[in-house]
């Protein structure tokens, strides 16, 4: 009897771990998107500011076509005008913050820069992996634009 009642135990406390640590990662991924998100947002929004002045189109109209791609012809333009885009990423002495740097480049020789700190947390897994992997201070990353480059090809 007593070994029965343990390895119900047992089963119980297998089931609770196993839900448990379903929970667990479903919050952690909830989290990372939301950070991946976030992140996505300020770069699109400060793209969307600058490239309003140089093709005359609201900032909100730009937004909406980087994130949604539903305006074929101001893609086309966005696509056109855009050379690169990259985020480099700075540690600073305090490991808790970063500097995230966004560097663009357009085709008419004109650039756009702009930057923020993030908390560590604050900062996409791939980032936090590569500084953790490469020990070093300074991470850049190419930026794509997902729904304007997949529509230009």
Not at 48 to 77: H, N, P, V
Not at 119 to 138: H, M, Q, V, Y
Request: charged share 25%; net charge neutral; aromatic share 8%.
């Amino acid at each position: 009897m007593k070994i029965i009642n343990l390895l119900g135990f047992g089963i119980v406390g297998t089931i609770v771990l196993v839900v448990g640590g379903l929970i667990i990662k479903g919050m952690i991924d909830k989290n990372e998107t939301q950070v991946k998100k976030d992140l996505d947002e300020w770069v699109d929004r400060l793209i969307a500011e600058s490239l309003s002045r140089k093709l005359d189109y609201s900032a909100s109209s730009i937004f909406q076509a980087l994130t949604k791609g539903e305006d074929t012809e101001l893609t086309r333009r966005i696509t056109e005008l855009i050379e690169s885009v990259e985020l480099v990423f700075q540690r600073r002495s305090s490991l808790s913050k970063v500097e995230v740097f966004l560097n663009a480049s357009f085709q008419d020789g004109t650039s756009f820069s702009a930057n923020t700190q993030r908390t560590w947390d604050d900062l996409p897994f791939p980032i936090r992996k590569e500084f953790l992997k490469r020990n070093d201070t300074s991470i850049t990353v190419p930026w794509n634009l997902p729904l304007v480059n997949s529509q230009s090809t």
